[in-house]
């Protein structure tokens, strides 16, 4: 079964940094887009950054400028570097991948959230 395991959030003061990461494990045949969404309370949920297998990056534009993704597609892992936050950063943090199973066809497949709060 294919999991997505999330890791660094936290709380951090106003203008501080996270990394979060995010590793893929399981009976995979392939991973293609790997990326990063969020969700404040009350709001729906929405892109942060998403990444091809090639590398090929694409940013909400709140976060262009502040917000890196990278990926280690032989540790099959997601990483994103937030910097220079703010309170409105505040939400949980989802990992998502788009990959197939050893089993089956290519999937949405979500990480179980890690929360970042940014205190002002």
């Known amino acids: 079964q294919v999991q997505l395991v999330e890791s660094g959030g936290g709380l951090v003061q106003a203008g501080g940094s996270l990394r979060l990461s995010c590793a893929a494990s399981g009976m995979m045949f392939s991973i293609d887009d790997m990326g990063w969404y969020r969700q404040a309370p009350g709001k729906q949920r929405e892109l942060v950054a998403t990444s091809t297998r090639g590398g090929s990056t694409n940013y909400a534009d709140s976060v262009k400028g502040r917000f890196t993704i990278s990926r280690d597609n032989a540790k099959n892992t997601v990483y994103l570097q937030m910097d220079s936050l703010k309170p409105e950063d505040t939400a949980v943090y989802y990992c998502?991948?788009?990959?197939?199973?050893?089993?089956?066809?290519?999937?949405?497949?979500w990480g179980q959230g890690t929360q970042v709060t940014v205190s002002s």
């Open positions: 998502n991948a788009f990959l197939r199973p050893l089993v089956g066809v290519f999937s949405d497949y």
